[in-house]
């Protein structure tokens, strides 16, 4: 694998200069975690070593190379599996945009995100383990399936179609990444599946050299967890992702130490405020996680905005999430544009979070294109609610409760209505001949 990897920066500066034959470029998600890294370089492997003649693979690890260092368990196991990190392709330094005769493989992750999507053209293939967010397409074909680790199903592919590809250094980087994801593969933790179970299993018994579970997990574990020396800012950038919806874009990003710890570190309001500022950012989630003496994970979860209005609405969001229920318990904050919880629920991680954050956008961007601002639709739904009794809204009216004129329905097709302008009057004398008019057609239809 070492000479393959080696052998991509010619691949693709070749195709560059003369954009003959078809390239494919296998890019992970915007976190690049052992996962991502991981499926991404072992995936596009198995296609240089299958694809037809005059095709070539190369991966893409979707982050700027300066930050790659901040990936410490990324580059723990790469050095682990004897692979160097010099031959790695990463965002900054391949414009997928320029590129022609270009086909995409997306892996640990099904949808691109804003600044990509004039590349959805040339998606030819994901595989994931989140949930399937993509808009099914016949020329693209997707293996979806919610396992613990993307790492998983690579496995999966690469045994079933190109089995003489799994070597020992490919079988170390995908049973580092199945553990790691799987957290050592216990149960309490929620993560791990069956599939999980199967290929980590298959994978010690084709390769017994590989290095002992526990002490791999540990090892990548300790590396992943060190923090030290780190600024605010390449702590969020360590594993982060971003989303956004309409004019919101936020980052979330798990934060290796409990979140009192976080909340102590120097000028931290500030620091989240120009960390914002220079990404583009309108607003960051902190998901803090560490483990107590027996190994349980502990969540902690910070919202910060300088926008109270997106502050708020992004943690109402949270609190009212349902599937998975998060069990916040909102805890004291020292800075006012930042809300701060106990995650009850610890075994609900980013990757289940972030379907909430996305679904909460898709719901935001929905309103907004129906017209108005958000929060007055919000109170024009529940004054409707309030409504049952078939009493109508007067404030939103426009009439006082007393004046004895019932509102215009708020649902009505028509320019006016009859009432508009009041009851009409009808006088004594009007009344005495309606009355005699009836009482004398009564008495000539007895009389037929």
């Known amino acids: 694998m070492e000479a393959y990897l080696r052998s991509?920066?010619?691949v693709l500066k070749n195709h560059m200069k003369t954009s003959s034959g078809l390239l494919h470029v296998v890019l992970g998600n915007e976190a690049c975690d052992i996962d991502?890294?991981?499926?991404?370089?072992?995936?596009?492997?198995?296609?240089?070593?299958?694809?037809?003649?005059?095709?070539?693979?190369?991966?893409?690890?979707?982050?700027?190379?300066?930050?790659?260092?901040?990936r410490s368990d990324c580059v723990f196991l790469l050095k682990e599996s004897g692979l160097s990190q010099d031959y790695l392709l990463f965002r900054d330094e391949v414009d997928?945009?320029?590129?022609?005769?270009?086909?995409i493989t997306l892996v640990d992750h099904n949808v691109l995100p804003e600044d990509d999507r004039a590349l959805e053209s040339a998606v030819v293939e994901v595989i994931d383990h989140h949930r399937l967010e993509r808009t099914p397409s016949p020329s693209c074909h997707v293996t979806v399936e919610i396992v613990g680790s993307c790492a998983t199903l690579v496995t999966e592919r690469l045994v079933q179609k190109g089995p003489a590809v799994v070597d020992q250094q490919v079988a170390q980087l995908l049973y580092g990444s199945i553990i790691t994801d799987c957290v050592n593969m216990a149960p309490e933790a929620g993560k791990v599946t069956p599939k999980d179970s199967q290929y980590a299993v298959l994978l010690e018994t084709r390769f017994p050299k590989l290095p002992p579970r526990s002490v791999l997990f540990q090892s990548l574990h300790s590396a992943k967890f060190d923090v030290s020396g780190l600024t605010t800012e390449q702590m969020l950038l360590k594993d982060m992702k971003a989303v956004s919806g309409g004019e919101l874009k936020l980052a979330i990003s798990v934060i290796y130490m409990t979140l009192d710890a976080f909340l102590q570190r120097r000028c931290l309001q500030q620091e989240l405020c120009e960390f914002c500022h220079k990404h583009n950012y309108n607003l960051v989630i902190a998901m803090t996680i560490s483990f107590s003496d027996n190994k349980e994970p502990f969540r902690q979860l910070?919202?910060?905005?300088?926008?109270?209005?997106?502050?708020?609405?992004?943690?109402?969001?949270?609190?009212?999430?349902?599937?998975?229920?998060l069990n916040l318990s909102p805890m004291s904050s020292p800075y006012p544009d930042m809300k701060t919880y106990v995650q009850g629920n610890a075994l609900a991680s980013r990757k289940k979070v972030l379907p909430i954050i996305s679904d909460f956008l898709?719901?935001?961007?929905?309103?907004?294109?129906?017209?108005?601002?958000?929060?007055?639709l919000e109170l024009e739904e529940e004054c409707l609610l309030e409504q049952s009794d078939s009493q109508q809204c007067l404030e939103d009216a426009g009439l006082d409760e007393d004046s004895g004129v019932p509102p215009t329905p708020m649902n009505s097709l028509v320019e006016g209505c009859p009432l508009d302008n009041g009851l009409p009057k009808i006088s004594a004398e009007v009344l005495v001949e309606k009355v005699s008019k009836i009482a004398s057609e009564e008495a000539l239809f007895e009389a037929q």
Request: charged content about 25%.
């Open 362 to 376: 898709k719901e935001r961007e929905r309103k907004m294109v129906l017209g108005g601002n958000l929060e007055e």
């Open 302 to 325: 910070a919202v910060y905005s300088s926008c109270t209005l997106y502050r708020d609405e992004v943690s109402k969001a949270l609190e009212k999430a349902r599937n998975p229920l």
């Open 8 to 10: 991509c920066p010619e």
């Open 96 to 103: 997928l945009h320029g590129l022609q005769q270009l086909a």
């Open 36 to 70: 991502s890294m991981v499926s991404a370089l072992t995936f596009a492997y198995f296609l240089s070593k299958t694809l037809s003649s005059g095709e070539a693979a190369v991966p893409v690890l979707n982050i700027p190379r300066s930050e790659f260092p901040l």
